[in-house]
C-alpha cells in the first residue's frame, strides 16, 4: 500500500485527482480500524497531516471556517466552544482524550456514519460542507453531504476542506444515550436548539435512522415537538439497542433538550 | 521427622482426600493486627517495572528463530468438513508448516462457532493469518442446539443433575407465613484478560519441552502437557514470569498450547500461538448463563422456613457444573433447602471457571430473593439476614473455623443508615436508593504448596518458589511474609517465581488460593532459615539461642547486644543459608469459608432507564490481611468486574445461528474508569485462628460476588422495582420500572 503524504492543499488536490482511489486520512481512527479489521485494502493512502490549509478554525464576517483537520479537542476550547455550544458539548463525549486528539470533523463527515456525533449539532446549526477538487470548489447543505448510511455526496476526485457555519446564537444542547460512561458509539443521540430569533426548534438526531436526521418546527409547537422528533427518526434493531428503546429515549431526550434551551 | 497425613483438600467448593506430608514441628500464628510489615500497606515490588512497560509477559517474548501460529476456526455452531485443501496455505509467503483436522486438538466436527479446525505456523502472525484465510473448506452445516431449557428437556446434559436436599421443603412450605417465588436470570460473560491466551513452544531435542504460556497453574499446565505428549514431567519446563489476568480462564493449557507444541514440533522451531481478541471472545471460555427458579418461605419473624431452588447452567460443549446452588446451601440457617443444577451441553463455546464461578451467579438470584422476602414481610433487609445467620455449616454439620459476618453486618450499620438521607435526594427524574447482599464463598486454599528461602551472605534473602503470581500482587505478599519473620525491611527480600525448573511445586492460583495456600509455605520456610540463623548466631555471640531474635536486619539479644545480619552471613562469602517449608493441612472437621457484605447506593434515571452506581462499600472477612494496599486493589477490581457484569456486559450470540455478535471490544462493553463508583473497602481483619501459621484467607474472588445483587437491591430500594435479569440495561431498567407500575404499590422497605 503506497501513502502520499502532500505539503499542500494545492498537491493534496492534485493526487486525489491523479488517483480517485486513494483514501483520505486524516486522525485515522475511522480509517485505521477498517484496515486493522480487515475491512478495506485500499491501494493507497493520501495522509493529509501535513497540509496546513486544512487546519485550525478562522472567522470571517461572522461566518465560521472549521478547517477539516480541526479535532474535537480544539472544538472543545474557547473561544470556539462558546460559538458552537452543542459541538463542543458532543466533542467531549467523543471515545477518549486521544481519540479527541486525533479525531476531526473531516474524518467524521468522511465516514459519514448515522452515530457520528459530530453530526446532530452541525446540522441544528445548518452547516454547509465545502468540498474541493482541482475542478473548483462546491458548497453543499450537511443535510445534502449526508446521502445515506456511511455515503456522503463527495466525488471521487473531491476532499472535504472546511465546514462552514453561521452560529445562530440560540440555546442549543447535545445529549448522548449509551451503555456505559465514555468509549460509546451512541445508542442515540439529539442535539436540540431554540431560536427564538428565527421563531424555530429544531432538533438533529444520531444513530436512530440511516442518516442523521433533521427535524424543525414552529416555536410555539414546543409540546408536540418531542413527539414529532420521535415519529421522524426510523431506528433499527440492533445490539446496541431496539428501535422501540431508541424512539422512546429521543423522546425524553428532546423533552429534557428544550427544557435546558428554554429556561 | 516428616510425617504422613491424610488430609482433605477443596478447590472451588469441590472436596477430595489426599496425603500430604507434613513438617513436625508448627508454628504459631503471629498476634492479630499490623506488624513489622505484615498487615501495613506495601506497594507492588514490581509495580514500576509493569508500570514502564518492562515487565515482559508471555506476549512480549520473542525467542530467536520463533514460528507465529494462526488458528482455522469453525464460522460455524455446528457443522462437519466435508472437504478441506491447505495446498494454498502451504504455498503461501513465510508458511513453514500447516496441520489439519486429522491432528488432535483440531477438529473436523466442530461443535461450537470457534473451535479450532487447522493451523498454520509462519514467519510472521500476519502470514500465518492470511495463509488460514487460504485454507478452503467446504463446509455441511448442521441444526446446532442453542437453548438450554430445551437442552434439559432433551437431556443433553454436561453431568449427571446435581441434587441436594436436607430437610424437607413441603414441611418447610407448610410452615411459612409468606412466600416468594421468582425467576432470574444472569447472562454470559466473557473474562477478557488484558492478554489474551498464548502460549511459546520450544522443543529441546524430542523429548524436553519448554512452554512460555500465561497461566494461572504452571504445574497444571506441566502435568497436562507432560501427559499429552509422554514425557516425564520433569522435561517440561513451563515459565509463566508475568502474567495479565485470567479470572479462571487460564487455569490449564488449552488448545492453542497443543497447537504450538505440534507446530513446533513439526518445524523443530519455537512457535507462538497467541489468541487475537476476537478468538480470546470466541473461545477461551466464559462465565456461563443461567436461569434459577427459586422460591423462599419464611415466618412471619422472618425465620427462614425453606429454601428451594432449580438452576438451569447453559454450560455450552464442554466445561463443569458450576455450582449456582452454592449459596442457597451455604449462606443462611434454614432447615429445608433443596437444589438442583443442570448443565446443558449446547453448541456454544466451553464455560470455563471466572471469579466465583456459580456463586456470583447464585447470590444474584437468592440475595435478591431474600429482599423480595423483606419487602414482603415489612423486615429490614439487613436485619433478615442477621435472623438467618449461621453458626455453622448446615451441609455437613461442621463448625466454621471462623466467621465475622456478624462483625462484618455491624460495620455495615452507618452505611446501611443512610438509607433515607440518599432516598431523600431523589427527584422527578432520578431516583436514589441503597441496598446490600451478602457473600459466602470457599477461599481456604490447601496443600500442597512449597517454599524455599535463601540467604546470601550480603544478608538479604530470596523466597524461592514455583507459583505465579497472576497480577494480583502475591509475590509482593510473600516477600512481606518472609520478610517478617526474617525481621528484614521488604526491600531486602527477591521473590523468585514462575518457573517450574527453578523452584518447588506450588498452587494454583484460583479459588482465592494463592494467598492461603503460598503463604503458610512461604513462612514456615523462612522460619526454617531464622532458625539456623539463629543457631549460629548462638554459637558466634556466645548467647543462648531462646534470647536472640531477628529483627529490623539485626540479629538482637534480650539481654543487649545486635549485631547486622549481614555480619554472620557474611563469615560464610559465598556460603548460603537454605530454609525450606511446606503447607500444612486444612483444620479438621472444620469448614472454611469467607464471608462479607457490600452496600451499594444508586440513581435510576426512571425516564432514560440509566443506572448510575454512585458508591459501593466492600465489607468482608478473609482472615488475617497481609497487605492493605493489595487487598484493597483485588476489593476493587472486582467490584469493577462486577458491575460490568451487572450493567453493561453480556455476550450476545445471534439466536438462529450460535454466531457470536459480540467478539470485539466495541461490541462488549466492559466499564470504563468513568463508570467506577467510590468504592470503600473495609476488611475485618482477624486471623482464622484454626487456619495454618497465618490465620489469611483468599480475597481474589469474594468481592466480585454479592455485587450484583447489591446493586439490583438498591435499584429496588429506589424504584420499587424489581430487576430479576442481568445486565441491567436501560432497556432491562424500563421494562422493570413498567411492570412494578402495574402492580399494586408496595409498602416502603422497613418503614
Ligand atoms: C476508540 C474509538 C472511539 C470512537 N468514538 C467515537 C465517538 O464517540 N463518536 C463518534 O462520532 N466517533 C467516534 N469514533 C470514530 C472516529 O473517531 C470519528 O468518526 C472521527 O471523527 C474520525 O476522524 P479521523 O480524523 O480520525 O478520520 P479518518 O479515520 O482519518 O477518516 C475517516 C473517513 O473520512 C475520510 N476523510 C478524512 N478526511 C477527509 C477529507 N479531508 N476529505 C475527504 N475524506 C476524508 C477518510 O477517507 C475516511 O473514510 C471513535 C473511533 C474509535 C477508534
Known amino acids: 500500500m503506497e501513502v502520499f503524504t502532500p505539503r499542500s492543499l494545492a498537491e493534496a488536490l492534485r493526487l486525489k485527482a491523479e488517483q480517485p482511489s486513494a483514501v483520505p486520512i486524516e486522525g485515522g481512527t475511522d480509517v485505521m480500524v477498517e484496515l486493522n479489521f480487515d475491512r478495506a485494502r485500499p491501494e493507497a493512502l493520501l495522509n493529509l497531516n501535513e497540509v496546513a490549509e486544512l487546519r485550525g478554525w478562522s472567522r470571517d464576517n461572522g461566518l465560521l471556517r472549521l478547517g477539516a483537520s480541526l479535532t474535537y479537542t480544539e472544538a472543545m476550547a474557547a473561544p470556539l466552544s462558546e460559538q458552537l455550544p452543542a459541538l463542543a458539548e458532543a466533542s467531549r463525549t467523543v471515545g477518549s482524550p486521544q481519540i479527541r486528539n486525533r479525531g476531526t470533523l473531516g474524518g467524521n463527515l468522511g465516514t459519514a456514519s448515522p452515530a457520528g456525533d459530530a453530526l446532530p449539532p452541525l446540522l441544528v446549526e445548518a452547516a454547509e460542507v465545502e468540498l474541493s477538487s482541482v475542478r473548483g470548489v462546491r458548497t453543499l447543505a450537511l443535510e445534502d453531504f449526508l446521502v445515506g448510511p456511511k455515503r456522503n455526496a463527495l466525488e471521487a476526485d473531491e476532499l472535504i476542506t472546511a465546514v462552514l457555519v453561521q452560529p445562530s446564537g440560540a440555546r442549543q444542547t447535545f445529549m448522548k444515550v449509551g451503555p456505559r460512561n465514555a468509549m460509546v458509539i451512541a445508542v442515540c443521540s439529539l442535539a436540540v436548539s431554540v431560536d427564538q430569533e428565527r421563531c424555530e426548534l429544531r432538533a438533529a438526531y444520531g444513530s436512530a435512522g440511516p442518516v442523521t436526521g433533521l427535524v424543525t418546527a414552529p416555536l410555539d409547537e414546543v409540546d408536540s415537538f418531542p413527539e414529532r422528533v420521535a415519529e421522524a427518526a426510523s431506528p433499527i434493531d440492533d445490539v446496541r439497542g431496539s428501535a422501540r428503546y431508541r424512539r422512546h429515549a429521543l423522546r425524553v431526550l428532546a423533552e429534557r433538550g428544550l427544557q435546558r434551551c428554554l429556561t | 521427622m516428616a510425617r504422613l497425613i491424610r488430609t482433605e483438600k477443596e478447590v472451588e467448593g469441590r472436596y477430595t482426600e489426599q496425603w500430604i506430608v507434613v ?12 506488624l513489622e510489615t505484615v498487615g501495613r500497606p506495601v506497594p507492588r515490588a514490581d509495580g514500576g517495572q509493569r508500570a ?119 414441611r418447610g412450605l407448610a410452615e411459612s407465613d409468606a412466600v416468594v417465588e421468582a425467576e432470574y436470570r444472569t447472562q454470559t460473560v466473557l473474562h477478557n484478560s488484558m492478554e489474551t491466551h498464548q502460549a511459546i513452544c520450544e522443543w529441546d531435542g524430542d523429548d524436553r519441552l519448554t512452554v512460555y504460556i500465561s497461566t494461572q497453574f504452571i504445574w497444571g499446565v506441566r502435568e497436562e502437557v507432560a501427559k499429552r505428549f509422554g514425557l516425564p514431567e520433569d522435561h517440561v519446563r513451563v515459565v509463566c514470569r508475568f502474567m495479565g489476568g485470567g479470572f479462571g480462564s487460564k487455569n490449564g493449557p488449552g488448545d492453542y498450547t497443543y497447537v504450538a507444541a505440534e507446530l513446533a514440533r513439526a518445524t523443530g522451531r519455537p512457535v507462538k500461538c497467541a489468541l487475537t481478541r476476537r478468538e480470546e471472545n470466541l473461545d477461551s471460555g466464559n462465565r456461563n448463563s443461567t436461569i434459577q427458579r427459586l422460591r423462599v418461605g419464611a415466618r412471619s419473624d422472618g425465620t427462614l422456613t425453606f429454601l428451594d431452588g432449580e438452576f438451569v447452567n447453559a454450560t455450552g460443549w464442554d466445561g463443569w457444573l458450576a455450582s449456582t446452588g452454592g449459596p442457597m446451601r451455604l449462606l443462611y440457617a434454614c432447615e429445608n433447602v433443596r437444589t438442583v443444577e443442570y448443565g446443558a451441553k449446547l453448541n456454544t463455546p466451553p464455560m470455563a ?9 447464585g447470590t444474584f438470584g437468592l440475595e435478591c430473593l431474600l429482599d423480595e422476602l423483606a419487602a414482603k414481610l415489612e ?54 436508593g441503597v441496598g446490600l ?26 523466597v524461592i518458589t ?40 506450588a498452587t494454583i492460583s484460583a479459588g482465592s488460593s494463592t494467598i492461603p495456600s503460598m503463604g503458610p509455605a512461604v513462612r514456615a520456610a523462612a522460619a526454617d532459615a531464622a532458625r539456623q540463623l539463629i543457631e549460629i548466631a548462638a554459637q558466634r555471640y556466645d548467647r543462648e539461642e531462646r534470647v536472640l531474635s531477628l529483627k529490623n536486619g539485626q540479629i538482637v539479644s534480650s539481654d543487649g547486644g545486635s549485631w547486622p545480619l549481614e555480619e554472620i552471613t557474611g563469615l560464610l562469602e559465598s556460603g548460603q543459608i537454605l530454609g525450606k517449608g511446606s503447607r500444612g493441612p486444612n483444620p479438621t472437621g472444620m469448614r472454611v469459608l469467607t464471608f462479607g457484605v457490600q452496600v451499594a447506593e444508586v440513581a435510576v434515571d426512571v425516564e432514560t432507564g440509566e443506572v448510575v452506581v454512585e458508591k459501593i462499600v466492600a465489607i468482608h472477612d478473609v482472615g488475617r490481611v497481609i497487605n492493605p494496599l493489595g487487598a484493597s486493589s483485588q476489593v476493587e477490581g472486582g467490584i469493577i468486574q462486577g458491575l460490568g457484569h451487572t450493567l453493561s456486559e453480556e455476550r ?65 430500594d429506589a424504584t ?28 416502603e422497605v422497613g418503614a
Not at chain 2, 66 to 84: D, E, F, Q
Not at chain 2, 391 to 416: G, I, M, N
Not at chain 2, 676 to 698: A, R
Not at chain 2, 738 to 747: G, K
Open chain 2, 23 to 34: 513438617d513436625e514441628d508448627v508454628l504459631e500464628q503471629w498476634p492479630a493486627g499490623p
Open chain 2, 52 to 170: 514502564r512497560g518492562e515487565a515482559r509477559y508471555t506476549a512480549d517474548i520473542k525467542l530467536p528463530g520463533m514460528l507465529h501460529a494462526a488458528i482455522l476456526r469453525s464460522p460455524h455452531a455446528k457443522a462437519r468438513v466435508r472437504r478441506i485443501d491447505t495446498g494454498r496455505a502451504r504455498r503461501a509467503p513465510g508458511v513453514r508448516a500447516v496441520l489439519g483436522p486429522e491432528t488432535g486438538p483440531l477438529t473436523d466436527e466442530p461443535p461450537y462457532e470457534g473451535a479450532p479446525v487447522a493451523a498454520v505456523a509462519a514467519e510472521t502472525s500476519e502470514q500465518a493469518r492470511t495463509a488460514v484465510s487460504l485454507i478452503e473448506v467446504e463446509w455441511e452445516r448442521l441444526e446446532p442446539l442453542l437453548d438450554p431449557e430445551e437442552a434439559v428437556r432433551r437431556n443433553e446434559l454436561i453431568d449427571e443433575p446435581n441434587r441436594e436436599e436436607r430437610g424437607e421443603v413441603e
Open chain 2, 353 to 361: 471457571a471466572f471469579r466465583a464461578p456459580g456463586f456470583v451467579e
Open chain 2, 379 to 432: 423486615i429490614d433487609p439487613l436485619e433478615l439476614r442477621r435472623r438467618n445467620h449461621s453458626t455453622h455449616d448446615a451441609v455437613d454439620e461442621r463448625p466454621f473455623s471462623s466467621k465475622q459476618l456478624l462483625e462484618c453486618y455491624r460495620r455495615a450499620e452507618p452505611h446501611w443508615e443512610r438509607r433515607d438521607e440518599v432516598r431523600a435526594r431523589s427527584d422527578a427524574t432520578w431516583k436514589r
Open chain 2, 437 to 462: 447482599a451478602s457473600q459466602v464463598w470457599y477461599g481456604g486454599g490447601g496443600p500442597p504448596s512449597y517454599a524455599w528461602v535463601r540467604i546470601g551472605g550480603d544478608g538479604r534473602a530470596a
Open chain 2, 466 to 505: 514455583g507459583m505465579q503470581d497472576i497480577g494480583t500482587g502475591s509475590a509482593t505478599a510473600m516477600a512481606q511474609i518472609a520478610a517478617e519473620e526474617l525481621g528484614l525491611p521488604v526491600d531486602r527480600i527477591e521473590v523468585a517465581l514462575g518457573d517450574s525448573a527453578r523452584g518447588p511445586y
Open chain 2, 652 to 716: 450476545l450470540l445471534d439466536p438462529s445461528t450460535g454466531g457470536n455478535l459480540t467478539q470485539t471490544l466495541d461490541a462488549y462493553k466492559i466499564p470504563t474508569i468513568a463508570d467506577v463508583p467510590e468504592i470503600v473497602t473495609d476488611l475485618v481483619d482477624v486471623p482464622d485462628e484454626h487456619l495454618t501459621n497465618l490465620g489469611s484467607k483468599g480475597l481474589g474472588e469474594p468481592p466480585i460476588i454479592p455485587t450484583a445483587a447489591a446493586i439490583a437491591n438498591a435499584i429496588r
Open chain 2, 720 to 747: 420499587g422495582a424489581d430487576v430479576r435479569s442481568l445486565p441491567i440495561t436501560r432497556e432491562e431498567m424500563l421494562r422493570a420500572l413498567r411492570e412494578a407500575s402495574r402492580q399494586p404499590a408496595r409498602e
